[in-house]
């Protein structure tokens, strides 16, 4: 019972993270709250494995990108746009804003989505997590420079999805 | 450098990953051309754009509750795995036995065809137990001679058939209690083959194992099933 309450506090801490990386990956809170508490059980499970490497947030986020990729592979990359009714988008005082702010949102996910998975898991990362591209090859099991490679290839995509924004 | 260089390095340059040797080169690039300053703040756009997307907050009960449904969730693996497991130990079980079946019949087809080997030998010590010298030798030299009255320019299979000769005589020497190595042959063309040559093969040879001399021994073997030799037990037995 010990060993499940020091699970628990890393739980607590880490959650917000590694559903957020779920969800920005899938775009549906259903999965990215099924897919985080896979990764979290996964952990759970292989806690013995963790060798200290790399830092225990490292090795997290390493299994929960693992299965939310594997997920989406599955699902063919379906794209869902759904507003679901326990989610609350943070505060936008003007409609017409808000009309506006919803149809950027979709055109930027949209973008995002019509990635390629290992690009798609590299922007996450680096563009929205803002993490380094060591951390992030430590976390996608790949070299620095593929890490750099990847992210060039999907700013030349967006550039070309986004032009008309910007 | 050119500008399609710098284009490859851009993405590089903007997330400051470079070294710092090609961080100066595209920044002194940059100083002097606008298509690639253009190129540098349409993607510092696109990368601003992108952390401008909502985040599309869950309420705050949900996170109270996140640890309490994960919980169950462990609870209900963890039994899960286990009956998973068991099942597996069923299935792996049954396999095994299946392969094991198949492994003993066949073991019990292979040691039922060196029984009857075995049994061969054992018939065979047995006989050369019973009978003297002169009987066996009579009836074992049969074949031997008749190969050797054909074999003046084959020495080679003139020595064998001594050699399979002497080596069933020395296992009835020893049979009886007599050193197989006191015996010799000549052949046709008047070498003198002495018992040491059976005498060597016995050392080496295991009769139980059909280890060494199992060539020598399947020689004897159809020597022991040859018509001449079952003609000859059979006279050395009325003899007898």
């Given at each position: 019972m010990g060993d499940r309450d020091a699970f628990g506090e890393l739980v607590q801490k880490y959650k917000q993270q590694i559903y957020f990386v779920a969800y920005r990956m899938t775009n549906n809170h259903t999965d990215a709250d099924d897919l985080s508490q896979e990764a979290f059980i996964k952990a759970y499970e292989s806690i013995c494995n963790f060798q200290e490497k790399s830092s225990f947030f490292t090795w997290l986020y390493?299994?929960?990108?693992?299965?939310?990729?594997?997920?989406?592979?599955?699902?063919?990359?379906?794209?869902?746009?759904?507003?679901?009714?326990?989610?609350?988008?943070?505060?936008?005082?003007?409609?017409?804003?808000i009309a506006e702010s919803r149809q950027l949102n979709e055109e930027i996910t949209k973008a995002i989505n019509s990635l390629p998975l290992k690009q798609k898991a590299v922007v996450e990362l680096a563009l929205l997590e803002g993490l380094p591209h060591r951390e992030i090859a430590q976390i996608l099991g790949c070299r620095e420079k593929t890490v750099s490679w990847r992210l060039f290839q999907a700013r030349n995509k967006l550039k070309e999805k986004l032009r008309f924004v910007v | 450098m050119e500008c399609e260089k710098v284009n490859r390095f851009l993405s590089g340059y903007l997330d400051n990953s470079l070294k710092v040797?090609?961080?100066?080169?595209?920044?002194?690039?940059?100083?002097?051309?606008?298509?690639?300053?253009?190129?540098?703040?349409?993607?510092?756009?696109?990368?601003?754009?992108?952390?401008?997307?909502?985040?599309?907050?869950?309420?705050?009960?949900?996170?109270?509750?996140?640890w309490q449904k994960l919980e169950s969730r462990l609870d209900r693996t963890a039994t899960l795995r286990l009956s998973g497991v068991q099942s597996s130990f069923n299935r792996f079980i049954s396999k095994f036995a299946f392969a094991l079946n198949g492994i003993l019949i066949a073991l019990l087809i292979f040691l039922s065809g060196l029984l009857h080997i075995r049994t061969q030998q054992m018939e065979w010590l047995q006989y050369v137990h019973e009978k003297t010298?002169?009987?066996?030798?009579?009836?074992?030299?049969?074949?031997?001679?008749?190969?050797?009255?054909?074999?003046?320019?084959?020495?080679?299979?003139?020595?064998?058939?001594?050699?399979?000769?002497?080596?069933?005589?020395?296992?009835?020497?020893?049979?009886?209690?007599?050193?197989?190595?006191?015996?010799?042959?000549?052949?046709?063309?008047?070498?003198?083959?002495?018992?040491?040559?059976?005498?060597?093969?016995?050392?080496?040879?295991?009769?139980?194992?059909y280890n060494y001399h199992s060539?020598?021994?399947?020689?004897?073997?159809?020597?022991?099933?040859?018509?001449?030799f079952k003609n000859g037990v059979k006279n050395a037995k009325k003899e007898g």
């Open positions: 390493r299994i929960i990108m693992n299965i939310t990729i594997n997920h989406l592979k599955k699902m063919g990359r379906r794209q869902i746009f759904t507003l679901d009714e326990n989610i609350s988008i943070e505060d936008i005082s003007n409609p017409e804003k | 040797t090609y961080r100066n080169a595209i920044k002194e690039h940059l100083a002097k051309c606008h298509k690639c300053m253009d190129e540098l703040n349409t993607m510092t756009k696109i990368d601003n754009l992108l952390k401008l997307k909502v985040r599309e907050k869950p309420s705050k009960e949900y996170w109270e509750n996140y010298i002169e009987q066996i030798s009579t009836y074992l030299l049969y074949p031997a001679t008749r190969a050797t009255t054909n074999v003046k320019t084959n020495a080679l299979r003139d020595c064998k058939a001594i050699s399979r000769t002497l080596v069933s005589l020395g296992i009835a020497k020893q049979s009886q209690g007599l050193n197989p190595g006191n015996f010799s042959e000549r052949n046709s063309t008047g070498t003198e083959i002495h018992g040491f040559h059976g005498a060597q093969f016995l050392d080496k040879y295991d009769m139980l194992t060539k020598f021994w399947s020689e004897i073997s159809s020597d022991v099933a040859s018509e001449e």
